[in-house]
């Protein structure tokens, strides 16, 4: 089994920075893609962006340029640099793993931009 755990969230004001963590642990053995999703009220779970086990990165449209992914494969964590935060990037997100054939899910982590 393997659990994500997530930090970072909160409050911040237009144009400033949030910087979002997701760990795994338990019984892991292959780690592919790792990633981050944003969910809005009343609307459809959305990639953010996403990173593969061969390095590779894609992005949603509307953080390219603001938001960077990186991955430290030693501690099986996943970053989510955010930066020129804009209100309409308030949301849940949630951390995304793809262990194997299996998608596991983070509890889901609160941001909140203030204009």
């Known amino acids: 089994q393997v659990q994500l755990v997530e930090s970072g969230g909160g409050l911040v004001q237009a144009g400033g920075s949030l910087r979002l963590s997701c760990t795994t642990s338990?019984?892991?053995?292959?780690?592919?893609?790792m990633g981050w999703y944003h969910q809005a009220p009343g609307k459809q779970r959305e990639l953010v962006a996403i990173?593969?086990?061969?390095?590779?990165?894609n992005y949603a449209d509307s953080v390219k340029g603001r938001f960077t992914i990186s991955r430290d494969n030693a501690k099986n964590t996943v970053y989510l640099q955010m930066n020129s935060l804009k209100p309409e990037d308030t949301s849940v997100y949630y951390c995304?793993?793809?262990?194997?054939?299996?998608?596991?899910w983070g509890q889901g982590t609160q941001v909140t931009v203030s204009s």
């Open positions: 990173t593969t086990r061969a390095g590779s990165t």
């Open positions: 995304y793993v793809r262990h194997g054939l299996t998608d596991y």
């Open positions: 338990g019984t892991i053995f292959s780690i592919n893609a």
